[in-house]
């Protein structure tokens, strides 16, 4: 192994790695690293090596990513295939032995820096896996992590194992590829809490059902009752409609601007035959015309469900899902019941959650509605977070009671 060069890197990301957070971001400190080297060993303002850095020229915001901060360094990175091996290890344990899993065939096998390996997601879908990549660093070690993955799980076979780059960059931003047929795809069934799901890989950026909302559903589970009136904006394919139809919904309406999303829905309701299909109604139309339409046939909701994308264009400007919520808050309180509750979420790194929570509070007081707060909603399960990384902690999620 050739040497590997020590960098000066910023003050400020010197503080942030001593205090556990795992990126550089781009600076004029990270943008001058060698783009050759595949590693790179942070060093202070005395010379003195602080991590070995993994790292990535080409991603437009994260240049490096941490992998230890335990020398010697060079003696990390030349056994670092078998320190991959070893914590993609302790992650599949740490899945193997949590019981909130065995209800479900979708979860995560791995999840990133909270996992200790940065940029790396791997996906179990039933019988398949789905790795993904949010660096190109991970590009030449994907044989060892398909290795490993298959020693763990034997049942998994080559040519259900799929491999995707993605992350906010547009190089990676790609469909998810069979690692042996790059033209194949492929769409199969799993269920979650004893609800059937289409899922289709390699054909769309994403496969249709969001696994880091599944531990929420769990959740949920506490407040959904019997005979409720469910109302599901930004329904996507359907996953908490299902889930609110299996916990004894009298009604459900769905609400997404995509038709083929709301079309995905209609066949996941069919693959559910024990689902009464006649409470169900699906809106492909926007949230603001569900809402107009629904206030104007006088309908109210006991529970209405609000996972907005974290930003949405109209063709002539972007809006914030945040910025959104305070006319969201004001419409969505005409069609709740008096002691409904609503669940809304943001789905963003760059809003804390005092800052979500405070901005939902500062709007309720302008539009004189009287809520109280329910509980807080989050990743956790299969998706860890990592201390003073909050970056990794993008869901929030707030439940709040009408009063």
Known sequence: MNK???????????????????????????????????????????????????????????????????????????????????????????????KELKDRENFYLCFGEADHLPGLFILRLKDRVLIQFYTSFWNRYKSIIQTTVQEVFPEIKDENVWIQLRGETRELQKLPQNAHDPERRDEFHLQEFGIQYLIRLGSSYDHGLYTDMSSVRFTLNKIMKPEMRVLNLFSYTGAFSLWSMKQGASEVVSVDLSPKYIEWLQQNLGLNPDLESTRHESLTMSTDEALAKLKDAGRTFDLIICDPPSSSSDGEKRTSALKSYKDLMKKMDVVLASGGKLVIFLNTHQVSSPKFEKAIQDALAELRLNYKFHSRLGLSQDCPTLKGFPEGNYLKGIVLEKV
């Not at 783009?35 to 070995?52: K, P």
């Open 4 to 98: 590997i060069p020590e960098c000066l890197i910023h003050p400020v990301s010197l503080k942030l790695i001593r205090s556990g957070h795992p990126w550089i971001t781009s600076d004029n400190f990270s943008n001058k690293f060698p783009r050759q080297s595949e590693f790179i060993i942070a060093t202070d303002d005395r010379r003195r090596g602080v991590a070995l850095l993994m790292h990535d020229p080409n991603h437009k915001n994260i240049k490096a990513r941490l992998w230890s901060t335990k020398p010697p360094y060079e003696r990390e990175a030349q056994h670092f295939t078998a320190s991959i091996q070893a914590r993609l290890d302790q992650a599949f344990e740490k899945r193997i032995q949590l």
